[in-house]
């Protein structure tokens, strides 16, 4: 039966780490290598096997699992239960899939991106790790267990960020990350508490089966729940405010930036989302927000990522734009419009990621697209691997983007939102930026004069890179996983083709039984306006594409001369609006000069230490109290002990007389 | 005879016997050393003769492992010692830094080693006698035998010239309130005529102890002053920053919470239940503000000691908040935290203590860069710092956890705002704690780092760390095991708390200009601090 198994899908991973983490310093390389991916490509099968087992007819719609351990639940009160309890349904297995599958191909491409780094050996446990709390966070049954996963993946990616711990910029940008994924737990945490106290567990059904019995229950305690957990997902999903962490986190390997800030990690708010739909759909106030955080995440962060330079920013910010996207359709209702945009993306964006990666190999670690151009004659499988993957996340038709964002598009299009069309509009010239960012980093990447110098010396370093001199493609180990994932970013859409264009949407129907009960469209849209709106969609996409041919291949330098002709503007948008800088002055160092002012002079000098003896009518004669003491033997503390132990004794036995009465 | 009469005198006073043979043997070589190591493993393993024998069936309130013999005729006093699941597992927790302590002073002490050791066992004494004493008397005896050997420790050992000074703060701090303490117990014997705390307990339950509610408050008032000095509570804590940075790894590992909160949690709300409720919203209050007033100094000190400290000082009222929520959740979670803290802020310290001794500093701006040359070090400091930051599937989120939640189910007024308030701490730990891995650890190494060239943790030191990162994962994975026996006690207090609260309630109603209405209470507090 799958239920006896299914724990194995996350411990196999937790085994390697453990292995890897206690011995891996002593083994050789290729021996890390096969303790890291032997459990993480079984994970996969296992998950293979569990499709097909779900997939079959008569399939039960979820297959639970509980684990004890030492024959004892997790935590257990009176009043108050929760399990290691894991469970499968088809949203799960869907995000299994993500996870197991894009999760064993960027292990397969860092046994050859990582080949030459030191301290090979944490990597890899450290990848292992993740991979554990992320099938936890998906496997979970109820929000602690989520919530196990959560910090997790948290506490994985602070390390993986952290990897070259020895370089300050990563050193911070793993603590940032861990920091403000704490902002979000602080929301998700008391969302936690007041589950409790309403419901008195922290298991899904139960909970959604309680408020799928109360239909009188709207808004009110929901809204606080629901706007609680949109902060915890705004944190780990990189939205508005709490985006700032997910651009620094490029300090981290390549690798890292695919699989955890790209393809898995980073859509756990939305996965929490969509998974919590049933208490968002009872407040439209939530939703709403959700979906006006999405809309204004994507368009920002799209701005910021037209006018970065470096490859790894671009695509940071590119992702931080799409998981906007991922939650206006969560916002809108369409859950399942988000969970298909989640697995496109996953495909592209990890595509991405590691083409870029590639890029950066074969450059010996440069990471400036100002000092690339010319690459596509030089490096051709990441070149056409890569070409697909921004095909397919500019929106161009058949490709894996153009579905699930058009589904986006159309659903907040028709959403009842009050402002769903203003939402669909963000959304549409979001898409037309995209095609823009990703377009430029194709060209200044791939085409024009080679801007580079090559480099025949060793690497530098503890730097993300290392060279074996010239630029080169990458060995077939990472150029594999590229084909791979190329593929997927091309057919990935496929199968959440919509009516309008002759599909049947296997994918809604797929998910149908987890997040049937979303937002319905009160408005009745023929399959003549979805299909506008598609072409509409691929236009903006086109002239985002023309735009980036003719900035930066027909004519470079223009850009430039625009960037001068708005200086402000411009520097107001490199310098991503400066909300680092205001986060740092308005927040942090307020806080921190009021702590040591306020608390550590005012308080703790005067209040504290003061009040203890020096004030109040005791003051004197304790005051001749230290002074005996700190003149005389410590030793005489004992003597004094002993004196007043006599007086004790004496009140006690003659005391019932005088005054206890 | 079934030693299960005798367990907790012996676990008790195997210590003072061993302070007396290492009173008798001479202080050369490793002798002492070797000494303290075997009476504290020895009282180690006794004390794992409780949870294997714990009855679980057992009535809640009543007491295991019981003996009680009478002492002295008149005034009653009595030998009667005790535990149940609230101090089961403290007296474990106390047994088992014991020996920790000893092999993490192993060469941190070099001088004076017979007095350190000696001290150190009487320590321990007094510390299990907190636990397990169930006479008031015998139960002050100890108490004040607590203070004597720590403020001794701090005297002699301390790390630089100011430990006299810290010596002479940490004992008036807690020498006063023990006074007024004792004052507190005087009359409570003068009214009811015993020390015997389950007797006392059940007069309390019964409202009969007293029908005067301003003597009630004035003496419930003496318990918890004292006890919160101990713990210590914001605004209560001007001795712990000094204690910790003067004192030794081993005294530190012990010197704050589990006596002080132990006590609040057995004597104030065993005897004081309803004056314990009416002044629940003053403790939530302080206990959400501790908590972040400890992260917030905690992040803007430079030395790691005075980091630590504030950071137990946050970790303490986290407990403090739980238990004074009086719901089930909260007072678990609360005594679990106990234990967390027992467990994480040795861990902590025994690191600190490490690094002290390889680089002769606390000062965090003199180091940096050091991950790459201690990975066992690094790698348990980083363990240590998420499990006190909390991090699920280490020990410190099951006890947080359940605090958070126990208090934001509490009846108590505002505690809404005090558990939102709280809560934001998982921010400010999580802030302190890396911020000070980054600045050991990471980054270019310090010109002090360069330098001495130390080396990673030794045997010794390997062994004195496992056990408690063991139990971080451990208890964060499987708490029932612990759980179990907390809960039964846990429910209990509650119970007992909410039931005398639900009587003083009707009291209140029908004396309604009665002196003890909670806008009076609150005031005389006010009044008192």
């Known amino acids: 039966m799958p239920a006896d198994y299914l724990w194995l899908i996350p411990l196999l991973p937790f085994a390697g780490f453990l292995i890897n983490g206690t011995l891996g310093r002593r083994l050789p390389r290729p021996l890390v290598s096969a303790i890291a991916l032997i459990p993480t490509f079984l994970s996969a099968c296992l998950w293979i096997w569990l499709w097909f087992t779900m997939k079959a007819a008569g399939a039960p719609e979820s297959i639970h699992s509980g684990i004890t351990l030492f024959g004892n639940s997790w935590i257990s009160v009176s009043g108050f239960h929760a399990d290691f309890a894991l469970t499968v349904d088809h949203l799960t297995l869907l995000m299994l899939g993500v996870v197991t599958c894009v999760g064993f191909l960027i292990h397969l491409y860092s046994v050859g991106y990582m080949a030459h780094e030191e301290g090979y050996w944490r990597f890899f446990a450290y990848l292992n790790l993740f991979m554990f709390f992320m099938l936890v966070l998906v496997l979970s049954t109820n929000f602690l267990l989520l919530f196990v996963g959560w910090e997790g993946v948290g506490l994985a990616s602070y390390l993986l960020i952290g990897f070259y711990f020895k370089r300050d910029s990563a050193a911070n940008a793993g603590k940032k990350a861990f920091i403000v994924n704490r902002i979000g737990d602080f929301g998700f945490l008391l969302a936690m508490f007041l589950l409790i106290a309403h419901f008195g567990t922290l298991d899904f059904s139960t909970i959604f089966s309680a408020i799928s019995q109360h239909p009188e229950w709207q808004g009110g305690f929901l809204t606080a729940i629901a706007l609680l957990l949109v902060v915890g997902a705004a944190g780990k999903s990189a939205q508005i405010p709490l985006y700032v962490w997910l651009p620094d986190a490029m300090e981290g390997p390549t690798p890292v930036s695919a699989l955890i800030h790209a393809a898995t990690m980073v859509t756990a708010g939305i996965y929490m989302v969509a998974r919590s739909h049933t208490l968002f759909d009872r407040s439209p106030y939530a939703l709403g927000v959700v979906a006006i955080i999405g809309a204004a995440t994507a368009i920002m962060a799209a701005c910021i990522g037209m006018v970065q330079h470096d490859i790894k920013r671009v695509l940071a910010y590119s992702t931080v734009s799409q998981l906007g996207y991922m939650f206006l359709a969560c916002g809108v209702g369409a859950y399942t419009a988000g969970v298909f945009h989640l697995l496109t993306h996953a495909f592209f964006k990890a595509l991405l990621f590691l083409a870029a990666g590639s890029v950066i190999h074969a450059l010996s670690g440069e990471q400036d697209m100002r000092k690339m151009g010319g690459l596509r004659k030089r490096i051709p499988v990441t070149f056409w691997t890569m070409t697909m993957g921004v095909v397919a996340i500019a929106g161009i038709p058949p490709l894996a983007g153009f579905f699930s964002k058009d589904e986006i598009l159309f659903r907040a299009f028709v959403s009842p939102n009050p402002i769903g069309k203003l939402l669909w509009l963000v959304g549409l010239i979001t898409a037309g930026m995209t095609s823009f960012y990703m377009f430029r980093l194709w060209f200044k990447t791939f085409f024009g004069e080679e801007r580079f110098e090559e480099h025949h010396d060793a690497h530098a370093p503890g730097h993300d890179a290392h060279g074996h001199g010239g630029v080169h493609e990458s060995p077939l180990i990472m150029t594999l996983p590229l084909m791979v994932l190329a593929l997927l970013s091309i057919i990935g859409g496929w199968v959440g083709v919509p009516e309008a264009l002759g599909g049947h949407d296997e994918i809604g129907a797929f998910l149908d039984p987890v997040l049937s009960n979303g937002v319905q469209v009160t408005e009745v849209v023929g399959h003549g306006t979805e299909l506008g709106l598609a072409v509409v969609s691929v236009v903006v996409a086109l002239i985002g594409l023309f735009a980036a041919y003719v900035l930066y291949y027909k004519k470079p330098g223009t850009a430039a001369g625009y960037a001068r002709s708005f200086p402000a503007l411009y520097h107001l948008v490199e310098n991503k609006f400066y909300i680092d800088e205001i986060y740092q002055n308005i927040i942090v160092t307020p806080l921190l000069m009021f702590s040591r002012l306020f608390l550590g002079g005012v308080v703790e000098g005067a209040a504290v230490n003061g009040s203890g003896f020096a004030a109040g009518a005791t003051a004197r004669g304790l005051g001749s109290l230290v002074r005996r003491a700190q003149s005389g033997n410590i030793r005489s503390y004992a003597g004094w002990l002993a004196l007043g132990a006599a007086a004790v004794i004496a009140v006690m036995i003659f005391g019932h007389s005088l005054w206890l009465h | ?529």
């Open chain 2, 1 to 529: 005879m079934n030693i299960d009469y005798s367990i907790l005198t012996i676990i008790t006073f195997v210590p003072l016997a061993g302070a007396v043979l290492l009173a008798l043997l001479p202080d050369r070589g490793r002798i002492q050393q070797w000494g303290a190591l075997l009476v504290t493993l020895i009282t180690f393993v006794c004390t794992l003769h409780l949870p294997s024998h714990f009855d679980y069936t057992a009535p809640a309130g009543s007491f295991q492992f019981q003996e009680n013999l009478s002492w002295i005729a008149s005034p009653s006093i009595r030998y009667h010692v005790g535990v149940d699941g609230l101090s089961m597992w403290l007296v474990v927790l106390t047994g088992l830094l014991a020996p920790l302590g000893v092999l993490i002073s192993w060469k941190a002490i070099d001088n004076r080693r017979k007095l350190f050791y000696i001290l150190f066992l009487l320590q321990q004494v007094a510390m299990l006698g907190i636990f397990v004493s169930l006479d008031l008397f015998l139960y002050y005896a100890f108490w004040e035998l607590s203070l004597v050997p720590m403020a001794l420790l701090i005297a002699t050992f301390g790390r630089t010239e100011n430990r006299r000074r810290a010596a002479i703060k940490f004992f008036l701090y807690a020498f006063i309130p023990s006074a007024i303490l004792l004052v507190g117990m005087l009359w409570l014997y003068a009214r009811t005529g015993t020390f015997d705390y389950p007797q006392l307990a059940a007069l309390a339950a019964t409202h009969d102890i007293s029908s005067s509610p301003t003597a009630l408050w004035l003496a419930s008032l003496a318990f918890l002053i004292a006890f919160l000095v101990k713990v210590p509570a914001f605004p209560l804590h001007g001795w712990l920053p000094d204690a910790v940075s003067e004192a030794p790894t081993a005294a530190v590992m012990v010197i704050a919470g589990k006596l002080g909160l132990y006590s609040i949690l057995r004597f104030s709300f065993g005897i004081f239940p309803g004056q314990s409720h009416r002044i629940a919203p003053l403790m939530l209050a302080l206990g959400a503000i501790g908590i972040i007033y400890g992260a917030l100094m905690a992040l803007v000190q430079k030395d790691l000691k005075r980091l630590a400290a504030y950071g137990t000082l946050g970790h303490v009222s986290v407990v403090i908040l739980g238990i004074f929520a009086f719901t089930v959740s909260g007072i678990d979670g609360g005594i679990y935290q106990t234990l967390n803290e027992g467990i994480g802020g040795g861990a902590l310290f025994m690191l600190l203590g490490l690094l002290y001794e390889r680089y002769r500093t606390y000062d965090m701006r003199e180091y940096g860069g050091l991950a790459a040359r201690l990975p066992w070090i690094v790698t348990m400091f980083v363990l240590t710092s998420l499990s006190v930051t909390g991090l699920p599937m280490l020990n410190g989120f099951v006890g947080e956890f359940l605090v958070f939640s126990g208090t934001m189910q509490s009846t108590v007024a505002n505690h809404t705002g005090w558990t939102v308030l709280a809560t934001a701490s998982v921010i400010l730990t999580a802030s302190y704690m890396l911020w000070m891995i980054q600045r050991v650890f990471y980054g270019d190494l310090s010109r002090r780092s360069a330098q001495i060239d130390a080396m990673d943790l030794t045997a010794r030191e390997h062994l004195a760390l496992w056990p408690l990162i063991a139990l971080f994962l451990f208890m964060g994975i499987a708490s029932p095991v612990w759980m179990r026996a907390i809960d039964i006690a846990g429910a209990n207090i509650a119970t007992t708390v909410n039931r005398s609260q639900a009587v003083t309630v009707n009291m209140d109603a029908s004396t309604r200009n009665g002196p003890a209405t909670p806008e009076t209470a609150l005031a005389s507090t006010k009044g008192t601090r």
